[in-house]
Nanobody
């Protein structure tokens, strides 16, 4: 079993930056694809970004492309999401997800999920 714990959320002004962290425990995630999703109030959960096990392959939603960077440190068993130029519409609970199969992460059906961290962007 893998436990995922997100951190780094908070309140930030529009135009600011945040780095979210997802720390894994229980087993190594070095062979897992990892991803970030978000869910705003009244909306469905949506894909934000994903990274392959080797960190050489990354995917981004159009809404965050160019403003966000997903990265991983397998030695620390941690995945990061660095977001710049934040907008009020980025306000959401951000979830970390992981799975051995990359398609499961991309489809939002990953086997492991964290509890989420709130990001609020004020205008």
């Amino acid at each position: 079993q893998v436990q995922l714990v997100e951190s780094g959320g908070g309140v930030v002004q529009a135009g600011g930056s945040l780095r979210l962290s997802c720390a894994a425990s229980g087993r190594t995630i070095s062979t897992y694809a990892m991803g970030w999703f978000r869910q705003a109030p009244g909306k469905e959960r949506e894909f934000v970004a994903a990274i392959g096990w080797s960190a050489g392959i990354t995917y981004y939603a159009d809404s965050v492309k160019g403003r966000s960077t997903i990265s991983r440190d397998n030695a620390k068993n941690t995945v990061y999401l660095h977001m710049n130029s934040l907008k009020p519409e980025d306000t959401a609970v951000y979830y970390c997800a992981g799975d051995f199969y990359p398609n499961h992460v991309l489809r939002g059906t990953a086997g492991y999920w964290g509890q989420g961290t709130q990001v609020t962007v004020s205008s």
